[in-house]
């Protein structure tokens, strides 16, 4: 039986610590940390929201009409934080 060459061996292991990578759960972050992200980008405090259920999407509850530049903002901000963004828009009853 032939032996594994050292290349094979760094290759397998290279895949393995980049495949552990890829399960991590992303960060749950904070209501004072996304109330800075949310005035940053044009929103009001409690529009920008996280469930704990489910991290990887980062809602975003907005009253007024959306802003193209807000929403790029906010998806600027989630992109390199591996979270999905949900716009939601919400009519208030009169």
Known sequence: MR???????ACLAGA???G???TTKPKL????EL???AQSCG???GE???????PRILFVFSVAEENRVDQNCVYRWARPRKL???FMAVELAK
């Not at 032996?3 to 061996?9: F, K």
Request: proline share 6%.
């Open 3 to 9: 032996r594994p060459t050292p290349l094979l061996v």
């Open 16 to 18: 393995a610590a980049l």
């Open 20 to 22: 552990g990578c890829v």
């Open 29 to 32: 972050y904070t209501q004072q």
């Open 35 to 37: 109330g800075r992200v």
């Open 43 to 45: 929103y009001a405090l």
């Open 48 to 54: 920008l929201v996280q469930e704990h259920d489910e």
């Open 84 to 86: 999905h963004v949900a």
